[in-house]
């Protein structure tokens, strides 16, 4: 039995590193569930949205705006916005629903093979997680309500830092003081801004990172979904460093490249003045393309990551023991009743 022990001392490069071992590892079956549950979707998703079309754009020409009859424009209006909302809503269903079939699969057979060193097939998982959607739906409605909390919490947070810091530089530019030290005094103030935004960024990690943890919860410990929200903040005790860096990392190397893609070809499409509508849906559904391909490596990371939290907080060597008894019993069991066959 191979022993899950060193990862007691990992630190989030360790899961990183381990992340994109298993990405690797399974990637034939996390691209067939990709193609299943998921990249369908965005693809669909990104051409119908209508924040993709002529008639969004035109809101912002004025020019043009200008010669519509006001009732018209506010029609115009209010109808592209119900379809923004209508497009919003269809998201948030396929993400308390279908998304975490596609997550809870992955983490099935990441765990299988990691922990249980067993191989799960991938109509398994999904029948598994099929016959956990109700409460898989319920714990992310619940994570949905938790991070929107966090979002309004550090939206205040933010305002009061900006409002408090833009007040503290006038009041240190119009201090009597030498110039060199309003020059310090500033550049401490902007110093001492960027850290508290690092700590508030590093703080919604921690928190998205560790409530993530419902998932592997629900699918792998069976727990019911106020359970497995309970289950989080047992986990996340005393590693707040490794789960905001795991959980920022993790976000970042995934939302680079398809990032990187969007600004390109949202720059090329302005270089004449007007904002090329085809070409900006395009270079989306392209970006969708590699962030579907890419998206699965986040799950792996935070399979890593929970696997790494079990280990330390609880390890997972009993576990991977019992499993081995569990199939030993079986084994006997399959031996016992072909030899008493055998005798008759």
Not at 99 to 125: H, M, P
Not at 247 to 253: L, M, N
Not at 268 to 284: A, H, M, P, R
Request: hydrophobic share 55%.
């Amino acid at each position: 039995m191979e022993t899950l022990r060193p990862l007691r001392n990992a630190r989030f490069t360790d899961i990183i590193d381990y992340g994109f071992f298993l990405y690797k590892k399974h990637f034939r079956k996390i691209f067939l569930l990709d193609l299943m549950f998921y990249l369908p979707f965005m693809v669909l998703y990104t051409i119908i949205n209508p924040v993709f079309t002529d008639n969004y754009l035109n809101i912002f020409n004025m020019s043009d705006n200008m010669a519509i009859e006001p009732a018209d424009f506010i029609s115009s209006i209010m109808t592209l916005y119900a379809m923004l909302f209508g497009s919003l809503l269809i998201y948030m269903i396929y993400w308390a629903t279908l998304n975490n079939v596609f997550d809870g699969s992955i983490v099935k057979i990441l765990y299988a093979d990691v922990v249980l060193n067993r191989e799960k097939t991938i109509g398994q998982v999904v029948r598994e997680c099929f016959r956990q959607f109700g409460t898989l739906v319920l714990g992310k409605v619940l994570y949905g309500m938790i991070m929107s909390a966090v979002g309004i919490a550090v939206y205040f947070i933010m305002f009061i830092v900006i409002f408090a810091g833009t007040f503290s530089l006038f009041g240190l530019t119009s201090a009597v003081l030498p110039q060199w030290g309003r020059t310090v005094l500033i550049i401490a103030a902007v110093v001492i801004l960027f850290l508290i935004f690092i700590i508030i960024a590093w703080t919604v990690g921690y928190f998205s990172g560790m409530f993530w943890m419902f998932l592997p919860a629900v699918c792998i410990e069976n727990k019911k979904a106020g359970q497995s929200i309970g289950r989080c903040g047992n986990l996340g005790k005393k590693n707040f460093v490794l789960i905001g860096l795991s959980y920022i990392a993790g976000t970042v190397i995934v939302a680079l490249f398809p990032g990187i893609i969007n600004t390109v070809v949202i720059v090329f499409s302005s270089v004449t003045g007007s904002i090329d509508v085809t070409l900006l849906k395009i270079g989306s559904v392209v970006s969708q393309l590699f962030a579907a391909i890419l998206q699965p490596l986040f799950v792996c990371i935070m399979t890593a990551l929970y696997i790494t939290l079990r280990v330390k907080r609880e390890g997972l060597d009993i576990e991977v023991a019992l499993w081995k008894i569990i199939d030993d019993n079986i084994d006997k069991a399959k031996r016992w009743t072909a030899e008493g066959t055998n005798v008759e």
